[in-house]
């Protein structure tokens, strides 16, 4: 090992356990000399080095940490909390769209109810006076204010739950099945239905809803706009 | 249902103590080699605090990737090296001259402390090419193996780099003696 590569060794690494430096150290008591030259050297630098670290470093580095994992923290319950309060106004939005989707279509109920009753209602050959109507009709606070036409029967019945009036009345081809349904939030009291023997209508009013069934070929329309024109309700 | 969810609740805030146990050991072990490490790269005790910091927090972000506690080193100094690197893109800061601020370090006798200041200012003027690798042997005792590595260098390029670093600092301290002697004589 020349004397180059010796020293470039030693500079490099003072502290170097190449066989060849070792060696050469041993030799020479000027190498010696200057290995310890080299390692007081790097003492000293090593000394030197050690700068004084801020006291409050170690506290700053823990605090910051615990800050920091607790604003994520928080940041992790705003997040649960906003998917909570998500899946919470998924749940009422749908549920309210499927109680819409739920509501009773009250042209098809009435058409459903004639069926059911069958001809019990539409053979009764009574001779209901306006005013009985009108004491009947007065539970939903109307009343009709012209005669109707001849009524062949007028009842209370059970309309899904809620007491209606049912009636059958003279219609221009027959007869025609005529419900006063007061209002429920769950009725859809608009447009019309036909299965293969009757048509419906209904009708939304004041207080109630009308609902005109007839067998196909009656003229449940004009009925309809008739009753329409002729009922009152109080206010 | 809730007893599970419980369960997993407890042993999530038990992950958690364990890595915050974790994070402040680290923290107490190595904060000083680090801050030391920061110190002589900048070269600016403020902005070294700053990256430290930074670095720290990097690191508890990611403690779960550190395996290995032993590599805990090497992992934090290429943690900081990063964001010393990421302050660049940032912004350049208007760095103090290590002569102009004093690096007080009390403990030892004035001539002792006379002399380090003057290894101090030395170190500090050898560009940053051959001082970090030197700060990593002299205060991490990094062989030269180890500091290829770490900077990501051949051991030929880091060997070349200490020995003219070494050869740098001995010519400054023999020419500062000689103007001493003169001034003196």
Same mark, same amino acid.
């Given at each position: 090992?020349?004397?180059?590569?010796?020293?470039?060794?030693?500079?490099?690494?003072?502290?170097?356990?190449?066989?060849?430096?070792?060696?050469?150290?041993?030799?020479?008591?000027?190498?010696?000399?200057?290995?310890?030259?080299?390692?007081?050297?790097?003492?000293?630098?090593?000394?030197?080095?050690?700068?004084?670290?801020?006291?409050?470093?170690?506290?700053?580095?823990?605090?910051?940490?615990?800050?920091?994992?607790?604003?994520?923290?928080?940041?992790?319950?705003?997040?649960?909390?906003?998917?909570?309060?998500?899946?919470?106004?998924?749940?009422?939005?749908?549920?309210?769209?499927?109680?819409?989707?739920?509501?009773?279509?009250?042209?098809?109920?009435?058409?459903?109810?004639?069926?059911?009753?069958?001809?019990?209602?539409?053979?009764?050959?009574?001779?209901?006076?306006?005013?009985?109507?009108?004491?009947?009709?007065?539970?939903?606070?109307?009343?009709?204010? &012209?005669?109707?036409? +001849?009524?062949?029967?007028? =009842?209370?019945?059970?309309?899904?739950?809620? !007491?209606?009036?049912?009636? /059958? %009345?003279?219609?221009?081809?027959?007869?025609?099945?005529?419900?006063?349904?007061?209002?429920?939030?769950?009725?859809?009291? &608009?447009?019309?239905? +036909?299965?293969?023997?009757? =048509?419906?209508?209904?009708?939304?009013?004041? !207080?109630?809803?009308?609902? /005109? %069934?007839?067998?196909?070929?009656?003229?449940?329309?004009?009925?309809?706009?008739?009753?329409?024109?002729?009922?009152?309700?109080?206010? | 249902?809730?007893?599970?969810?419980?369960?997993?609740?407890?042993?999530?805030?038990?992950?958690?103590?364990?890595?915050?146990?974790?994070?402040?050991?680290?923290?107490?072990?190595?904060?000083?080699?680090?801050?030391?490490?920061?110190?002589?790269?900048?070269?600016?005790?403020?902005?070294?605090?700053?990256?430290?910091?930074?670095?720290?927090?990097?690191?508890?972000?990611?403690?779960?990737?550190?395996?290995?506690?032993?590599?805990?080193?090497?992992?934090?100094?290429?943690?900081?090296?990063?964001?010393?690197?990421?302050?660049?893109?940032?912004?350049?800061?208007?760095?103090?001259?290590?002569?102009?601020?004093?690096?007080?370090?009390?403990?030892?006798?004035?001539?002792?402390?006379?002399?380090?200041?003057?290894?101090?200012?030395?170190?500090?003027?050898?560009?940053?090419?051959?001082?970090?690798?030197?700060?990593?042997?002299?205060?991490?005792?990094?062989?030269?193996?180890?500091?290829?590595?770490?900077?990501?260098?051949?051991?030929?390029?880091?060997?070349?780099?200490?020995?003219?670093?070494?050869?740098?600092?001995?010519?400054?301290?023999?020419?500062?003696?000689?103007?001493?002697?003169?001034?003196?004589?």
């Amino acid at each position: 090992m020349d004397e180059l590569e010796f020293r470039r060794t030693l500079y490099a690494d003072p502290n170097s356990t190449d066989e060849g430096v070792l060696a050469a150290i041993a030799e020479d008591p000027k190498k010696q000399e200057f290995c310890k030259e080299l390692k007081q050297l790097d003492k000293n630098m090593h000394q030197a080095s050690q700068v004084k670290v801020p006291d409050d470093l170690v506290n700053k580095l823990i605090l910051r940490q615990t800050m920091q994992s607790h604003k994520s923290s928080k940041l992790r319950n705003r997040i649960q909390l906003a998917m909570a309060a998500s899946v919470a106004f998924v749940v009422g939005v749908s549920f309210t769209m499927w109680q819409q989707n739920n509501l009773l279509d009250l042209s098809k109920q009435a058409i459903a109810h004639v069926h059911y009753e069958g001809d019990y209602a539409l053979d009764a050959q009574e001779n209901v006076s306006l005013q009985q109507v009108n004491a009947k009709l007065a539970k939903f606070g109307g009343k009709f204010s &012209e005669d109707i036409g +001849r009524v062949y029967y007028a =009842n209370f019945c059970d309309f899904e739950n809620v !007491r209606s009036l049912h009636m /059958v %009345v003279e219609g221009e081809n027959g007869k025609v099945s005529v419900f006063v349904v007061p209002h429920d939030d769950n009725h859809l009291a &608009e447009g019309s239905s +036909r299965d293969t023997r009757y =048509n419906s209508q209904a009708i939304d009013l004041k !207080r109630a809803s009308i609902i /005109v %069934v007839g067998e196909e070929g009656a003229n449940i329309n004009k009925m309809k706009e008739q009753l329409q024109r002729k009922i009152q309700f109080s206010a | 249902m809730f007893s599970r969810k419980q369960n997993s609740q407890a042993s999530v805030s038990s992950d958690m103590a364990n890595k915050q146990k974790r994070y402040e050991v680290l923290v107490l072990a190595l904060h000083t080699d680090i801050f030391r490490y920061a110190y002589w790269l900048v070269k600016d005790k403020a902005v070294a605090e700053d990256i430290v910091q930074e670095t720290f927090l990097r690191a508890w972000k990611s403690l779960d990737s550190l395996k290995d506690e032993k590599a805990a080193k090497s992992w934090l100094i290429t943690i900081l090296r990063r964001e010393n690197a990421r302050r660049f893109e940032r912004k350049r800061f208007d760095l103090v001259d290590i002569d102009d601020v004093s690096v007080i370090d009390d403990q030892l006798s004035n001539e002792v402390e006379i002399e380090h200041r003057e290894l101090r200012a030395i170190m500090a003027s050898l560009s940053e090419e051959y001082r970090e690798p030197l700060m990593l042997q002299i205060v991490f005792g990094y062989s030269g193996d180890e500091i290829a590595q770490q900077l990501n260098l051949n051991k030929n390029t880091v060997m070349t780099r200490l020995f003219r670093a070494r050869n740098q600092v001995k010519e400054a301290l023999d020419k500062a003696n000689d103007d001493r002697g003169r001034k003196n004589g």
